[in-house]
Protein backbone atom coordinates (compact mmCIF):
# COMPACT_ATOMS: atom_id res chain seq x y z
CA UNK A 1 0.00 0.00 0.00
CA UNK A 2 1.27 3.44 -0.72
CA UNK A 3 -0.27 6.29 1.62
CA UNK A 4 -1.05 5.92 5.17
CA UNK A 5 -3.09 9.03 5.75
CA UNK A 6 -6.97 8.71 5.19
CA UNK A 7 -7.78 6.43 2.47
CA UNK A 8 -4.76 4.14 3.38
CA UNK A 9 -6.55 3.53 7.20
CA UNK A 10 -9.35 2.75 5.20
CA UNK A 11 -8.19 0.37 2.69
CA UNK A 12 -6.05 -1.32 5.69
CA UNK A 13 -9.15 -1.45 7.81
CA UNK A 14 -10.76 -3.28 4.80
CA UNK A 15 -8.45 -5.79 4.01
CA UNK A 16 -8.49 -6.46 8.03
CA UNK A 17 -12.15 -6.41 8.28
CA UNK A 18 -12.51 -8.77 4.84
CA UNK A 19 -11.14 -11.67 5.96
CA UNK A 20 -12.61 -12.38 8.62
CA UNK A 21 -15.84 -10.86 7.76
CA UNK A 22 -16.71 -12.30 4.40
CA UNK A 23 -16.44 -15.78 4.83
CA UNK A 24 -14.86 -17.45 3.86
CA UNK A 25 -12.50 -14.71 2.01
CA UNK A 26 -11.82 -14.64 -1.45
CA UNK A 27 -8.09 -14.26 -0.47
CA UNK A 28 -7.03 -13.68 2.85
CA UNK A 29 -4.82 -10.37 2.66
CA UNK A 30 -1.11 -10.13 4.15
CA UNK A 31 -0.48 -6.66 4.78
CA UNK A 32 3.13 -6.72 3.23
CA UNK A 33 4.47 -3.68 3.00
CA UNK A 34 3.19 0.14 3.39
CA UNK A 35 4.94 3.06 1.88
CA UNK A 36 5.19 6.80 2.55
CA UNK A 37 7.79 9.46 2.73
CA UNK A 38 7.98 10.41 6.13
CA UNK A 39 9.45 7.52 7.72
CA UNK A 40 8.59 7.84 11.72
CA UNK A 41 4.73 8.39 10.49
CA UNK A 42 4.70 5.35 7.72
CA UNK A 43 6.75 3.15 10.39
CA UNK A 44 3.57 4.15 13.11
CA UNK A 45 1.31 3.26 10.19
CA UNK A 46 2.48 0.00 9.63
CA UNK A 47 2.68 -1.18 13.25
CA UNK A 48 -0.86 0.54 13.46
CA UNK A 49 -2.30 -1.18 10.10
CA UNK A 50 -0.51 -4.64 10.69
CA UNK A 51 2.07 -4.55 7.73
CA UNK A 52 5.12 -6.26 8.05
CA UNK A 53 7.21 -3.98 6.85
CA UNK A 54 7.48 -0.08 5.52
CA UNK A 55 9.50 1.52 2.77
CA UNK A 56 10.18 5.31 2.51
CA UNK A 57 10.83 4.67 -1.39
CA UNK A 58 7.59 3.76 -3.89
CA UNK A 59 10.03 2.09 -5.89
CA UNK A 60 10.89 -0.80 -3.70
CA UNK A 61 7.12 -1.11 -2.98
CA UNK A 62 6.55 -1.92 -6.89
CA UNK A 63 9.46 -3.99 -7.28
CA UNK A 64 8.56 -6.38 -4.05
CA UNK A 65 8.39 -10.25 -4.88
CA UNK A 66 5.87 -10.75 -2.07
CA UNK A 67 3.38 -8.25 -3.14
CA UNK A 68 0.66 -9.23 -5.21
CA UNK A 69 -1.39 -6.39 -4.91
CA UNK A 70 -0.37 -2.66 -5.48
CA UNK A 71 -2.67 0.06 -3.31
CA UNK A 72 -2.23 3.35 -4.20
CA UNK A 73 -4.10 5.27 -1.34
CA UNK A 74 -2.04 8.00 -2.01
CA UNK A 75 -2.74 11.72 -3.28
CA UNK A 76 -3.60 12.13 -7.01
CA UNK A 77 -0.25 13.09 -8.17
CA UNK A 78 1.71 9.78 -6.92
CA UNK A 79 -0.71 7.97 -9.10
CA UNK A 80 0.30 7.59 -12.13
CA UNK A 81 4.32 6.54 -12.18
CA UNK A 82 3.89 3.79 -8.58
CA UNK A 83 0.34 2.49 -10.01
CA UNK A 84 1.65 1.81 -13.43
CA UNK A 85 5.28 0.21 -12.35
CA UNK A 86 3.83 -1.58 -9.97
CA UNK A 87 1.60 -3.35 -12.73
CA UNK A 88 4.25 -3.53 -15.09
CA UNK A 89 5.82 -5.62 -12.37
CA UNK A 90 3.00 -8.08 -12.81
CA UNK A 91 1.33 -6.43 -9.55
CA UNK A 92 -3.01 -5.96 -9.62
CA UNK A 93 -3.70 -2.31 -8.76
CA UNK A 94 -6.42 -0.51 -7.05
CA UNK A 95 -5.97 3.16 -7.03
CA UNK A 96 -7.68 5.70 -5.21
CA UNK A 97 -10.05 8.53 -7.45
CA UNK A 98 -9.46 10.67 -9.48
CA UNK A 99 -7.90 8.53 -11.28
CA UNK A 100 -4.94 10.76 -12.84
CA UNK A 101 -5.11 14.32 -12.34
CA UNK A 102 -6.50 15.06 -15.77
CA UNK A 103 -7.85 12.68 -18.83
CA UNK A 104 -4.74 12.12 -20.43
CA UNK A 105 -3.05 11.14 -17.00
CA UNK A 106 -5.88 8.84 -16.68
CA UNK A 107 -5.80 7.31 -19.98
CA UNK A 108 -2.24 6.49 -19.91
CA UNK A 109 -3.20 4.37 -16.27
CA UNK A 110 -5.65 2.52 -18.04
CA UNK A 111 -3.55 1.93 -21.43
CA UNK A 112 -0.50 0.95 -19.21
CA UNK A 113 -2.14 -1.14 -16.81
CA UNK A 114 -4.34 -3.01 -19.01
CA UNK A 115 -1.80 -3.72 -21.20
CA UNK A 116 0.33 -5.46 -18.49
CA UNK A 117 -2.66 -7.77 -18.25
CA UNK A 118 -3.31 -7.26 -14.13
CA UNK A 119 -6.68 -6.50 -12.44
CA UNK A 120 -7.03 -2.90 -12.20
CA UNK A 121 -9.78 -0.93 -10.43
CA UNK A 122 -10.08 2.59 -9.64
CA UNK A 123 -11.46 3.44 -5.79
CA UNK A 124 -15.00 4.52 -6.52
CA UNK A 125 -15.93 3.34 -3.09
CA UNK A 126 -20.05 4.71 -3.49
CA UNK A 127 -21.11 2.17 -6.02
CA UNK A 128 -20.75 0.08 -2.80
CA UNK A 129 -22.88 0.99 -0.84
CA UNK A 130 -25.87 -1.53 -0.38
CA UNK A 131 -28.58 1.26 -1.65
CA UNK A 132 -26.36 1.90 -4.64
CA UNK A 133 -26.44 -1.43 -5.55
CA UNK A 134 -30.04 -1.84 -5.01
CA UNK A 135 -30.28 1.06 -6.51
CA UNK A 136 -28.42 0.00 -9.47
CA UNK A 137 -30.32 -3.44 -9.60
CA UNK A 138 -33.63 -1.64 -9.43
CA UNK A 139 -32.69 0.72 -12.82
CA UNK A 140 -31.29 -2.41 -14.62
CA UNK A 141 -34.91 -4.15 -13.98
CA UNK A 142 -36.66 -1.41 -15.51
CA UNK A 143 -38.52 -0.78 -11.89
CA UNK A 144 -37.82 2.85 -12.75
CA UNK A 145 -38.84 2.62 -16.43
CA UNK A 146 -36.96 5.31 -19.03
CA UNK A 147 -35.14 7.55 -16.89
CA UNK A 148 -35.71 11.70 -17.59
CA UNK A 149 -33.19 13.10 -14.42
CA UNK A 150 -29.85 12.87 -12.71
CA UNK A 151 -29.51 14.96 -9.75
CA UNK A 152 -26.46 14.60 -8.01
CA UNK A 153 -24.28 17.08 -5.51
CA UNK A 154 -21.50 16.34 -3.05
CA UNK A 155 -20.99 19.25 -0.59
CA UNK A 156 -18.27 19.76 2.04
CA UNK A 157 -17.66 23.02 4.25
CA UNK A 158 -14.37 22.52 5.03
CA UNK A 159 -12.65 25.13 3.02
CA UNK A 160 -14.68 27.77 4.23
CA UNK A 161 -12.47 29.63 6.69
CA UNK A 162 -9.85 31.82 4.84
CA UNK A 163 -7.40 30.44 7.33
CA UNK A 164 -7.52 26.91 6.03
CA UNK A 165 -3.43 26.87 4.37
CA UNK A 166 -3.27 25.95 1.03
CA UNK A 167 -2.82 21.74 1.64
CA UNK A 168 -2.23 19.42 -1.58
CA UNK A 169 -5.95 18.82 -2.30
CA UNK A 170 -5.63 22.94 -3.66
CA UNK A 171 -2.21 22.84 -5.78
CA UNK A 172 -3.28 21.59 -8.97
CA UNK A 173 -0.11 19.85 -9.56
CA UNK A 174 -0.26 17.76 -7.27
CA UNK A 175 -4.22 17.05 -7.00
CA UNK A 176 -5.64 17.75 -10.94
CA UNK A 177 -8.26 20.00 -10.14
CA UNK A 178 -10.12 20.98 -6.97
CA UNK A 179 -13.93 20.10 -5.99
CA UNK A 180 -14.40 18.73 -9.22
CA UNK A 181 -12.15 15.76 -9.15
CA UNK A 182 -12.28 15.07 -5.49
CA UNK A 183 -15.87 15.48 -5.21
CA UNK A 184 -17.52 16.21 -8.46
CA UNK A 185 -15.85 12.96 -10.00
CA UNK A 186 -17.93 10.12 -6.84
CA UNK A 187 -21.09 12.23 -8.50
CA UNK A 188 -20.16 11.89 -11.80
CA UNK A 189 -18.91 8.08 -11.64
CA UNK A 190 -22.31 6.95 -10.06
CA UNK A 191 -24.21 9.12 -12.68
CA UNK A 192 -22.18 6.75 -14.87
CA UNK A 193 -23.14 3.80 -12.74
CA UNK A 194 -26.70 4.40 -12.26
CA UNK A 195 -28.10 6.14 -15.60
CA UNK A 196 -25.24 5.86 -18.26
CA UNK A 197 -22.71 7.48 -20.17
CA UNK A 198 -22.23 11.08 -20.26
CA UNK A 199 -22.61 12.58 -23.64
CA UNK A 200 -21.85 15.89 -23.39
CA UNK A 201 -22.05 18.57 -20.49
CA UNK A 202 -22.47 22.35 -19.79
CA UNK A 203 -20.55 24.00 -16.90
CA UNK A 204 -18.95 26.22 -14.66
CA UNK A 205 -16.28 26.26 -11.92
CA UNK A 206 -15.71 29.01 -9.03
CA UNK A 207 -12.26 29.69 -7.06
CA UNK A 208 -13.69 32.07 -3.79
CA UNK A 209 -10.61 31.95 -2.41
CA UNK A 210 -7.38 32.26 -4.28
CA UNK A 211 -4.81 33.46 -1.68
CA UNK A 212 -4.51 31.40 1.19
CA UNK A 213 -1.74 30.92 4.12
CA UNK A 214 1.17 29.16 2.24
CA UNK A 215 0.12 30.03 -1.06
CA UNK A 216 -2.00 30.58 -3.58
CA UNK A 217 -5.22 27.89 -4.80
CA UNK A 218 -5.09 27.13 -8.52
CA UNK A 219 -7.95 24.66 -8.20
CA UNK A 220 -11.95 24.90 -8.22
CA UNK A 221 -13.62 25.63 -4.87
CA UNK A 222 -16.93 24.33 -6.40
CA UNK A 223 -18.48 23.65 -9.95
CA UNK A 224 -21.85 23.12 -11.10
CA UNK A 225 -22.50 21.39 -14.36
CA UNK A 226 -25.51 20.00 -16.71
CA UNK A 227 -25.07 16.94 -18.37
CA UNK A 228 -26.52 15.34 -21.37
CA UNK A 229 -26.54 11.20 -21.07
CA UNK A 230 -26.43 9.22 -24.47
CA UNK A 231 -29.83 7.54 -23.65
CA UNK A 232 -31.48 10.69 -23.23
CA UNK A 233 -31.44 11.55 -19.69
CA UNK A 234 -30.79 15.32 -18.12
CA UNK A 235 -28.62 15.54 -15.18
CA UNK A 236 -27.42 18.65 -13.32
CA UNK A 237 -24.49 17.67 -10.46
CA UNK A 238 -22.48 19.70 -8.45
CA UNK A 239 -20.06 20.09 -5.34
CA UNK A 240 -18.64 22.55 -3.39
CA UNK A 241 -16.39 22.96 -0.45
CA UNK A 242 -17.83 25.69 0.56
CA UNK A 243 -20.96 24.47 1.95
CA UNK A 244 -21.23 25.83 5.10
CA UNK A 245 -22.84 23.14 7.22
CA UNK A 246 -22.44 20.50 4.92
CA UNK A 247 -19.90 17.76 6.09
CA UNK A 248 -19.83 15.09 3.92
CA UNK A 249 -23.09 15.38 1.91
CA UNK A 250 -23.66 13.18 -1.01
CA UNK A 251 -27.32 13.11 -2.50
CA UNK A 252 -28.59 12.01 -5.46
CA UNK A 253 -32.01 11.51 -7.05
CA UNK A 254 -33.15 9.86 -9.72
CA UNK A 255 -36.29 10.02 -11.75
CA UNK A 256 -37.92 7.89 -14.08
CA UNK A 257 -41.49 6.97 -16.00
CA UNK A 258 -42.25 4.71 -13.53
CA UNK A 259 -40.88 5.86 -10.45
CA UNK A 260 -37.90 7.92 -8.30
CA UNK A 261 -35.08 6.82 -5.79
CA UNK A 262 -33.24 8.99 -3.86
CA UNK A 263 -30.05 8.79 -1.57
CA UNK A 264 -28.38 10.64 0.93
CA UNK A 265 -24.53 9.77 2.63
CA UNK A 266 -25.63 10.29 5.15
CA UNK A 267 -28.37 8.72 6.03
CA UNK A 268 -25.99 5.75 3.95
CA UNK A 269 -28.58 2.57 5.16
CA UNK A 270 -31.67 3.91 3.13
CA UNK A 271 -33.03 4.04 -0.49
CA UNK A 272 -35.71 6.24 -0.60
CA UNK A 273 -38.30 4.78 -3.22
CA UNK A 274 -41.42 5.68 -4.77
CA UNK A 275 -42.80 3.57 -7.55
CA UNK A 276 -45.60 5.49 -8.43
CA UNK A 277 -47.42 2.60 -10.63
CA UNK A 278 -47.70 0.78 -7.86
CA UNK A 279 -48.89 3.34 -5.17
CA UNK A 280 -52.82 2.70 -4.27
CA UNK A 281 -53.61 6.25 -5.63
CA UNK A 282 -52.54 9.89 -5.75
CA UNK A 283 -53.69 10.80 -2.10
CA UNK A 284 -51.05 7.84 -0.61
CA UNK A 285 -48.44 9.07 -3.14
CA UNK A 286 -45.09 9.85 -1.64
CA UNK A 287 -41.54 8.84 -1.27
CA UNK A 288 -40.93 5.29 1.32
CA UNK A 289 -37.82 4.57 2.93
CA UNK A 290 -36.51 1.20 2.85
CA UNK A 291 -33.75 -0.04 4.76
CA UNK A 292 -31.60 -1.66 2.80
CA UNK A 293 -30.09 -4.31 5.56
CA UNK A 294 -32.35 -7.41 4.92
CA UNK A 295 -31.18 -11.00 3.90
CA UNK A 296 -31.79 -10.78 0.37
CA UNK A 297 -30.37 -7.03 0.05
CA UNK A 298 -26.73 -6.47 -1.72
CA UNK A 299 -24.00 -7.37 0.72
CA UNK A 300 -26.07 -8.27 3.91
CA UNK A 301 -24.77 -11.99 3.69
CA UNK A 302 -21.43 -10.69 5.32
CA UNK A 303 -22.96 -8.58 7.97
CA UNK A 304 -25.66 -8.97 11.06
CA UNK A 305 -29.34 -9.70 11.25
CA UNK A 306 -31.84 -7.01 9.67
CA UNK A 307 -31.75 -3.57 10.69
CA UNK A 308 -27.97 -3.67 12.20
CA UNK A 309 -26.91 -1.20 10.37
CA UNK A 310 -23.67 -0.38 8.43
CA UNK A 311 -21.24 2.96 7.83
CA UNK A 312 -18.98 4.41 5.67
CA UNK A 313 -15.95 1.95 6.15
CA UNK A 314 -17.79 -0.78 5.24
CA UNK A 315 -18.39 0.60 1.63
CA UNK A 316 -14.09 -0.39 1.31
CA UNK A 317 -15.00 -3.63 2.72
CA UNK A 318 -17.38 -4.73 -0.08
CA UNK A 319 -14.78 -3.00 -3.10
CA UNK A 320 -11.95 -4.65 -1.62
CA UNK A 321 -13.73 -7.98 -0.95
CA UNK A 322 -14.83 -7.37 -4.44
CA UNK A 323 -11.42 -7.13 -6.35
CA UNK A 324 -9.99 -9.91 -4.02
CA UNK A 325 -12.26 -11.82 -5.62
CA UNK A 326 -11.67 -10.78 -9.27
CA UNK A 327 -8.20 -11.69 -8.59
CA UNK A 328 -9.22 -15.47 -6.88
CA UNK A 329 -11.43 -16.41 -9.90
CA UNK A 330 -10.00 -14.16 -12.48
CA UNK A 331 -13.45 -12.61 -13.21
CA UNK A 332 -14.02 -8.93 -14.31
CA UNK A 333 -13.73 -5.98 -11.72
CA UNK A 334 -16.53 -4.37 -13.83
CA UNK A 335 -19.80 -3.75 -14.21
CA UNK A 336 -20.04 -3.26 -10.46
CA UNK A 337 -15.92 -2.35 -9.60
CA UNK A 338 -15.30 0.70 -11.54
CA UNK A 339 -12.22 -0.07 -13.78
CA UNK A 340 -8.98 2.45 -14.73
CA UNK A 341 -11.21 2.62 -17.85
CA UNK A 342 -14.30 3.84 -15.68
CA UNK A 343 -11.80 6.20 -13.64
CA UNK A 344 -10.68 7.60 -16.99
CA UNK A 345 -14.23 7.95 -18.26
CA UNK A 346 -15.15 10.17 -15.24
CA UNK A 347 -11.40 12.01 -16.12
CA UNK A 348 -13.57 12.76 -19.26
CA UNK A 349 -16.40 14.26 -18.16
CA UNK A 350 -14.46 16.21 -15.33
CA UNK A 351 -12.19 17.93 -18.42
CA UNK A 352 -15.27 18.57 -20.40
CA UNK A 353 -16.86 20.46 -17.36
CA UNK A 354 -13.28 22.63 -17.01
CA UNK A 355 -13.39 23.56 -20.99
CA UNK A 356 -17.09 24.39 -21.12
CA UNK A 357 -16.17 26.71 -18.31
CA UNK A 358 -13.58 28.39 -20.28
CA UNK A 359 -15.82 28.30 -23.58
CA UNK A 360 -18.40 29.42 -22.17
CA UNK A 361 -20.57 26.36 -24.78
CA UNK A 362 -21.80 23.11 -24.13
CA UNK A 363 -18.78 20.54 -24.82
CA UNK A 364 -18.73 17.13 -26.00
CA UNK A 365 -17.21 14.04 -24.39
CA UNK A 366 -15.21 12.10 -26.31
CA UNK A 367 -13.92 8.64 -25.43
CA UNK A 368 -10.46 7.14 -26.41
CA UNK A 369 -10.80 3.03 -26.78
CA UNK A 370 -7.27 1.34 -26.02
CA UNK A 371 -6.43 1.15 -29.64
CA UNK A 372 -6.72 4.87 -30.16
C1 LIG B 1 -12.09 14.80 0.94
O1 LIG B 1 -12.71 15.82 0.31
C2 LIG B 1 -12.71 13.42 0.74
O2 LIG B 1 -11.95 12.57 1.55
C3 LIG B 1 -12.63 12.87 -0.68
O3 LIG B 1 -11.30 12.84 -1.16
C4 LIG B 1 -13.22 11.48 -0.71
O4 LIG B 1 -13.18 10.92 -1.99
C5 LIG B 1 -14.66 11.53 -0.19
O5 LIG B 1 -15.17 10.22 -0.14
C6 LIG B 1 -14.72 12.16 1.16
O6 LIG B 1 -14.06 13.41 1.15
Redesign the pocket.
Given at each position: MLGYG??GKAHAHAYRTLSYMTWPPPLVPRLVSIGGRAEEAVSDAATRYGFERYAVDWHELAADPDVQLFDNSGPNGIHAGPTIAAAEAGKHVVC??PLGRTADESYEMWRRVAAAGVKHMT?F??RFVPAVRLAREMIEAGDLGDIFHFRGR?L?Q?LVDPAFPRAW?LDREQSGSG?LG??G??VIDLARYLVGEVASVFGETRTFIPDRPGGSVDVDDAFGATLQFDAGAFGVIEAS?FATGRK?S?TWEINGSKGSLAFDLERLNELQVNLSGSEPGRRAQGFRTVLVTAPDHPFAEHWWPDGHVLG?EHTFVHELHHLLAAMADDTDVGPHGATFEDGYRAAEVCDAIIRAGESGQREGVTYRSLTG
Open positions: FMEKANYYQWRADLAHRNLW
